[in-house]
T-cell receptor, first 115, second 113 residues
């Protein structure tokens, strides 16, 4: 089982739709959770960072973390064509056998928002 | 959020030459920086962790003599691809952590002819 699982999609939605992106993870030592947006041929851009279970909102974006279920989500409200990108979940914490604090990524979900 | 820059953004070189990529944290100090490699339509693969003032820690399967990393200051890390070959062509991205958040540079696209 991979440490972080993310459905690669692709996901296609109409403009204005609510988008739900999800990741599951297996390592209970993960403590910090991030969502990145990556446009083609660009570096990942940090969208949301969360530490504890619960919700965090920033504009049209809401990040949810459920540590008991080892499940994180990113919701995008009123999606726009400019939101079309690959969304990567990532997390870090103590790895089993060591504390190297490496960021572990999901595979990324390719999102297309159609006008 | 914090800003990480990379230079150059794109480089084309001949096989056998060496290429240096710079990574800078612009508005914060980074004791640790990370170098990633990304192939088309794939996720980022960590190559090495760069620690200021000490040797880099390389991931399994990454040749340390081929990918030389120097973290000379708290705001600068460099990756040198030595004797580059076409199979080294890829998108190289650096990253730095500020607090508990990790920020990425814009990436460098390397093409080896």
């Amino acid at each position: 089982q991979k440490e972080v699982e993310q459905d690669p999609g692709p996901l296609s939605v109409p403009e204005g739709a609510i988008v739900s992106l999800n990741c599951t993870y297996s390592n209970s030592a993960f403590q910090y959770f991030m969502w990145y947006r990556q446009y083609s041929r660009k570096g990942p851009e940090l969208l949301m960072y969360t530490y504890s279970s619960g919700n965090k909102e920033d504009g049209r974006f809401t990040a949810q973390v459920d540590k008991s279920s080892k499940y994180i989500s990113l919701f995008i409200r009123d999606s726009q064509p400019s939101d079309s990108a690959t969304y990567l979940c990532a997390m870090w914490g103590t790895h089993s056998g060591g504390s190297n604090y490496k960021l572990t990524f999901g595979k990324g979900t390719l999102l297309t928002v159609n006008p | 959020g914090a800003v990480v820059s990379q230079h150059p953004s794109r480089v084309i070189c001949k096989s056998g030459t060496s290429v240096k990529i710079e990574c800078r944290s612009l508005d914060f100090q980074a004791t640790t920086m990370f170098w990633y490699r990304q192939f088309p339509k794939q996720s980022l693969m960590l190559m090495a962790t760069s620690n200021e003032g000490s040797k880099a820690t390389y991931e399994q399967g990454v040749e340390k003599d081929k990918f030389l990393i120097n973290h000379a200051s708290l705001t600068l890390s460099t990756l040198t691809v030595t004797s580059a070959h076409p199979e080294d062509s890829s998108f190289y991205i650096c990253s730095a952590r500020e607090g508990n958040e990790q920020f990425f540079g814009p990436g460098t696209r390397l093409t080896v002819l």
